[in-house]
């Protein structure tokens, strides 16, 4: 009892550090808003700012995901347990994007946003300035998720080639049992140093969401919204209904869970998407949180990485509202079964283009020049807002990919429920100054794994 009054005073002593950083952070977005609309000239000029934040974010997430998933799975005794994991993850995701594509596909028909809206010349050449070389066919895609060598996988910056590295890893430590220990306490330091660091460039936030927001406000400013509001205001409020109606369901039904509850636990991570506008740059935290939350290494280490390439529900929507408003504005309404042709084909092509800087963007003019090329010059009516509609593209890709793992550590049964309870109650704060938790937050599967290990000494 004495320990417990003892570490009582220091946990709120860290989250008033943490917290005058996110009122910082909300100061700055203000500013930035206002220099864009005062000076949107100067604003434009600040954007390398706001990229040089993400990109610092960027640095950490392949070793961040390598450790976790390594120190997850080693510490697993059944591969197969591994195997469940990723095979319930990759159906629930597919389940879940033909969700977001409908539910796009029923609020555009409704709303038919872009009808009345003139196509000019400038506009048809931005809208084919957006097909990006760099996005990659189906085939690509897949024989791209192999690295060169099995450091270039770290060094490019590819989620999926860190992932399957890491899951490599993590089952050859797991067969070499106990000689394999050394090197997972090793993995275990380095994961210590690589949250720490994150935490010491967390504090370069509030200058980071300056420069994005001031530069995004700048580019488009008040006409373009004023002219899209209709598409914007219509995508927000389908991502709106997709993320507490349908994930709010599945989550009550499934994990017993309030959404509300969970996103208040992950406040500032929703905050620093909607500052930077990128989902990117939660992903760490995202990984850290749901450890904490008491669901085990192995679904978070598989899932959330996972999921940042294959569950993309806002982007699903996105592009199936973006579809509807070009085919409408260029005077070429589709039917329903055109509409679910090319939804389908934009579904697999999202896959394909997950590592393309602007994914949204670009995957819908790549997607509609191979599939309807007509519409690719419509692309630029939406060029102006597409930041803006990233915002919500980002925030919800990331309530989907938290649901996701609480769903599925409650479905694999490693997820300790009691532990959730206690931290969302707000009964055990998160360690903001390292990000990792170290009180005896063992999941199921690494406790009932350290006993088994225990029993083989003796």
Known sequence: MASTTHTAPTAPAKRDRTHYLYIAVIVAVALGIAVGLIAPDFA???????T??????KMMISPIIFCTIVLGIGSVRKAAKVGAVGGIALVYFLIMSLVALGIGLVVGNIVEPGTGLAVTDAIKETGQAQVSPEAKDTTEFLLGIIPTTIVSAFTGGEVLQTLLVALLAGFALQAMGNAGQPILRGIEHIQRLVFRILAMVMWAAPIGAFGAIAAVTGSAGLDALKSLAVLMVGFYITCFLFVFIVLGALLKIVAGLNIFTLFKYLGREFLLILS?????????RLIAKMEHLGVSKPVVGITVPTGYSFNLDGTM?????????????MGTPMAIGEQVALLLFLLVASKGAAGVTGAGLATLAGGLQSHKPALV????LIVGIDRFMSEARALTNFAGNAVATVLIGTWTKEIDKARVNEVLAGNAPFDEATLLDDHGSAAPAEAEADGEKELAKA
């Open 52 to 57: 040089g934040f993400v990109n610092l974010i």
């Open 44 to 50: 434009v000029e600040l954007k390398p700012i706001g």
């Open 317 to 329: 929507i996105y592009m199936t509202m973006a579809s509807l408003f070009i085919a409408d504005a």
């Open 377 to 380: 010059d419509g692309v630029g």
């Open 276 to 284: 930077t506008s990128s989902s990117e740059s939660a992903l760490p």
